[in-house]
């Protein structure tokens, strides 16, 4: 059983940057980001794999967000750049131990989330 919690999360302006950090309890073979916004459905964000060596982004980050991993930590970070007011969201950390990919449905382990608001 893997635990996962983020931090970092806050209120911001829009063009402003914050980095939220997850917390793990172990060594997924993949972490990723999503995040939900009210009246939406969650949304994937971003992913990286074990190594780091691999990650991917959705379109609507791409260029601004960035996924890193400190595995000798157990930590995984989102740095989000040029924040605009359409990222408020609750962001969670997800892992699994063998799937790589953008559905929720398939990770086993979630963080508890942390509120990023983006105001304009």
């Known amino acids: 059983q893997v635990q996962l919690a983020e931090s970092g999360g806050g209120l911001v302006q829009a063009g402003e940057s914050l980095r939220l950090s997850c917390a793990s309890s172990?060594?997924?073979?993949?972490m990723a980001w999503f995040r939900h916004a009210p009246g939406k459905e969650r949304e994937f964000v971003g992913i990286i794999s074990w190594s780091g060596g691999s990650s991917r982004y959705a379109d609507s980050v791409k260029g601004r967000f960035t996924i890193s991993r400190d595995n000798p930590k157990n930590m995984v970070y989102l740095q989000m750049n040029s924040l605009k007011p359409e990222d408020t969201a609750v962001y969670y950390c997800?892992?699994?131990?063998?799937?790589?990919?953008?559905?929720?449905?398939?990770?086993?382990?979630w963080g508890q989330g942390t509120q990023v608001t983006v105001s304009s």
């Open positions: 172990g060594r997924p073979f993949t």
């Open positions: 997800a892992s699994d131990d063998t799937y790589w990919g953008t559905s929720p449905r398939e990770y086993d382990y």
